[in-house]
Nanobody, 128 residues
Framework: QVHVVESGGGLVQAGESLDISCTLSESLDLYSVGWFRQAPGKQREGVSC????????SYQNSVKGRFTISRDNAKKTVHLRMNSLTSEKTARYYCAAVHRYRVGYDACHMTESIYQYWGQGTQVTVSS
């Protein structure tokens, strides 16, 4: 069982930036990782993902140019840098991991069903 732990959430003002992190209990280079979020009363949606090699990334259209995903394999940690936050980005952010053999090739996906391991989430609240 792979443990996934998110950290770094909190309360920020609109326009500010925030970094959230996701740490795995296993070697990160074996896993593609995705970030998802769920706002109150809404379905969970994909935000960004990064392949196990780190060569491939993907972003939801609404965050392109403002969010950046990166990985530090030595620390088994994936970071999501969120700039110019707006109140619409208030949500609980979840990290998920899928083993490279399940994906089959070096890619990442923002489809929930692909992911095997999930964290408990970290709350991000943006006040306007």
């Amino acid at each position: 069982q792979v443990h996934v732990v998110e950290s770094g959430g909190g309360l920020v003002q609109a326009g500010e930036s925030l970094d959230i992190s996701c740490t795995l209990s296993e070697s990160l280079d074996l896993y593609s990782v995705g970030w998802f979020r769920q706002a109150p009363g809404k379905q969970r949606e994909g935000v960004s993902c990064i392949s196990y090699s780190g060569e491939r990334t993907s972003y939801q259209n609404s965050v392109k140019g403002r969010f950046t995903i990166s990985r530090d394999n030595a620390k088994k940690t994936v970071h999501l840098r969120m700039n110019s936050l707006t109140s619409e980005k208030t949500a609980r952010y979840y990290c998920a991991a899928v083993h490279r053999y399940r994906v089959g090739y070096d890619a990442c996906h923002m489809t929930e069903s692909i992911y095997q391991y999930w964290g408990q989430g970290t709350q991000v609240t943006v006040s306007s």
